[in-house]
């Protein structure tokens, strides 16, 4: 599934991005490719394009310098309207609590960063339907003693 060659950048999520991105997105639309393709094409992983192409992943530091760019993260309007976003917003509303629990049953006292994280999208079949698994791989921080 393809989006349209011209990208609507006076909507979310592409109202604020640099014409660059929008750029990007009109190129992968008018070659009909996937971010996962685009991340094969160039040795990255999918969910980094993809944040690439939003403004919000980290680039090497010689890059950000060349092109004059540095991300740009965050969510947008809270609660979140997207019916994606807003989804995940609301399991972490649901489940954030007991998930900590476990984290801190697990891990001790900390947090899991985002900073240091991979994430991966993936699809599983199921009778039901298919399922999206959502997998965030941060690294522990335990919260320090002073």
């Given at each position: 599934m393809s989006q349209a060659s011209t990208i609507p950048s006076s909507i979310a999520p592409y109202a604020n991005l640099p014409s660059a991105?929008?750029?990007?997105?009109?190129?992968?639309?008018?070659?009909?490719?996937?971010?996962?393709?685009?991340?094969?094409?160039?040795?990255k992983d999918?969910?980094?394009?993809?944040?690439?192409?939003?403004?919000?992943?980290?680039?090497?530091?010689?890059d950000?310098?060349?092109?004059h760019w540095w991300p740009n993260r965050g969510l947008g309007p809270m609660p979140p309207t997207d019916p994606v976003i807003y989804?995940?917003?609301?399991?972490v509303l649901v489940y954030g609590t007991a998930i900590k629990a476990i984290i801190h049953?697990?891990?001790?006292?900390?947090i899991m960063s985002m900073i240091d994280c991979k994430v991966t999208v993936e699809r599983k079949p199921d009778p039901k339907g298919d399922r999206a698994?959502?997998?965030?791989?941060?690294?522990?921080?335990?919260?320090?003693?002073?």
């Open positions: 991105n929008s750029k990007l997105f009109e190129a992968k639309a008018k070659k009909g490719i996937t971010f996962d393709a685009i991340a094969k094409a160039i040795g999918e969910v980094w394009v993809a944040a690439a192409f939003y403004g919000q992943a980290k680039f090497t530091e010689e950000s310098r060349k092109y989804r995940l917003y609301d399991s049953e697990k891990f001790g006292d900390g698994v959502l997998t965030f791989g941060g690294k522990f921080l335990p919260y320090a003693k002073w």
